[in-house]
């Protein structure tokens, strides 16, 4: 057995490292959704919501968000037209926290990682908050094709981009990158 142990110690040490900060990052942000109250939205989400009406705001006048008063979503109208909601699960935190808790695991040079991480989350944010403009702007001209963009195209968008990254990682910054380019 420690024979094994100390051929894939290397394996064994990533999964360790990534599960760890992923459950440690996840408890932190399941402990910020739990400081709001169950019909509440929480500031992030908010937050994103306000950035994707300012998007929209770019190509339509008629576009706002409303917060609903019982439930905890915004309201996303487009070119004055009723055509999304965004929840909590809209706001990317989880794929950010997927991103770090990868780069984490293969972590370079501590002042690399940092901004690495920095630079992909913002990068992730931003995507994520055109990602649902977006999508607004389709499911309004595209309506019937909703599911398919909201199940499909765009979870391929958001996660596609996070594994670029994870590849731009792991070949140039980590400590297993090549030293070679």
Same mark, same amino acid.
């Given at each position: @057995?420690?024979?094994?142990?100390?051929?894939?110690?290397?394996? !064994?040490?990533? *999964?360790?490292?990534?599960?760890?900060?992923?459950?440690? @990052?996840?408890?932190?942000? =399941?402990? /910020?959704?739990?400081?709001?109250?169950?019909?509440? +939205?929480?500031?992030?989400?908010?937050?994103?919501?306000?950035?994707?009406? =300012? +998007?929209?705001?770019?190509?339509?006048?008629?576009?706002?968000?409303?917060?609903?008063?019982?439930?905890?979503?915004?309201?996303?109208? $487009?070119? =004055? &037209? $009723?055509?999304?909601?965004?929840?909590?699960?809209?706001?990317?935190?989880? %794929?950010?926290?997927?991103?770090?808790?990868? %780069?984490?695991?293969?972590?370079?040079?501590?002042?690399?990682? !940092?901004?690495?991480?920095?630079?992909?989350?913002?990068?992730?944010?931003? !995507?994520?908050?055109?990602?649902?403009?977006?999508?607004?702007? !389709?499911?309004?001209?595209?309506?019937?094709?909703?599911?398919?963009?909201?199940?499909?195209?765009?979870? *391929?968008?958001? /996660?596609?981009?996070?594994?670029?990254?994870?590849?731009?990682? %792991?070949?140039?910054?980590?400590? /297993?990158?090549? &030293?070679?380019?």
């Amino acid at each position: @057995m420690k024979k094994y142990f100390i051929l894939y110690k290397p394996f !064994l040490l990533f *999964l360790a490292t990534f599960f760890l900060t992923y459950i440690v @990052m996840t408890f932190l942000y =399941q402990h /910020y959704l739990n400081s709001f109250a169950a019909n509440k +939205i929480d500031s992030i989400t908010r937050l994103v919501s306000k950035n994707t009406e =300012q +998007i929209l705001l770019f190509f339509s006048n008629g576009s706002w968000i409303e917060e609903s008063e019982t439930h905890p979503y915004v309201k996303l109208f $487009y070119n =004055q &037209k $009723y055509v999304a909601i965004i929840t909590e699960g809209c706001n990317a935190i989880s %794929v950010i926290i997927l991103f770090i808790s990868f %780069v984490i695991a293969f972590s370079g040079k501590f002042k690399t990682t !940092l901004f690495f991480i920095f630079g992909g989350s913002l990068l992730i944010y931003l !995507l994520n908050i055109s990602r649902i403009a977006i999508l607004s702007a !389709l499911i309004f001209n595209f309506p019937k094709q909703a599911p398919f963009l909201h199940g499909v195209i765009f979870p *391929l968008y958001i /996660y596609g981009v996070v594994f670029i990254l994870w590849l731009i990682w %792991v070949r140039k910054f980590s400590k /297993y990158a090549s &030293k070679d380019t």
